[in-house]
């Protein structure tokens, strides 16, 4: 009974803001949450009414708020946020929607070393007193935190509990909210997963993390991924355990559909891959403006 009122609950909390409501946030939520705006899958929004838009999703005692590219969690009360997954190319967003918020931002964390874009953490650094750059240890990359299963990362009175799902790549891992969302980078996509054909991956080594790790949560929480191909925001655990096309077969049926892939080699790896090895650092290049 307690369960389905719960249920209940929070789907009635689920509603849609404009942007002169963010004033508000303070007496409407404990936590807010930015993510990339992209269309839900309930709805289709074209780029242009995306640009203007912010959804709100409560969830429990947090909220989430949709933006572009990356996720910004932060304590309404004391202001502490971390930035997760920071973009390059959007950092001057990032930190327009920071200084308006007055967060003070303690982490920038990487979900793994991406191979598709450079991070903003080495950017971040330099532009924010005081933030720690952190990915998993068993990546290889720089960062002043790096943290493995089942480390925690506070900020206010809320936690991100580090979950290990490798097969991606070896240091990819899965950021926790308990009792709201998990972040699950290229871990789990929507109806998809990341490629296991480089970067160390091993697609049975992500077949079991993801399972063990991912699809062991209450169904009702909620996978924001790091990447979406098809206009959409957010999917749930228990949709992903059975709707998901690749994650949905068997052991045996998905090492061998990963296997028979044939993707090309991602465009931006060479630039990208050396320079999140060293915190989105690139030796001889312009800071983002």
Known sequence: MRAAVLRRSLRSCYFSVCALLLRRFVECAHALCFAPVRSSAGSCLTPAAAAHTVRRVSCGAHALLTLLAGYLLADAFSKEGVLIDPVLEMLDRDLAVIKDLDIQLLYGVNTHCHADHVTGTGELKKRVQGLKSAIAAASGADADVKFAHGDVLMFGKFRLEVRATPGHTNG?????????????????????????????????????????????????????????????????????????????????????????????????????LPANLKCGVQDDAPAAA
Do not use: W
């Open 172 to 272: 990819c891992c899965s950021l926790l909210l308990p009792g709201c969302a998990v972040f699950t980078g290229d871990a789990v996509l929507i109806r998809g997963c990341g490629r296991t054909d480089f970067q160390q991956g091993n697609s049975g080594q992500l077949y079991d993390n993801v399972h063990a790790q991912v699809f062991s949560l209450p169904e009702e929480t909620r996978i924001y991924p790091g990447h979406d191909y098809k206009g959409y925001t957010m999917s749930t655990v228990g949709e992903e355990k059975k709707l998901n096309p690749r994650l949905t077969k068997s052991k045996e049926d998905f090492i061998a559909f990963m296997g028979g892939l044939n993707l090309p080699y991602p465009k931006r790896i060479d630039v990208a």
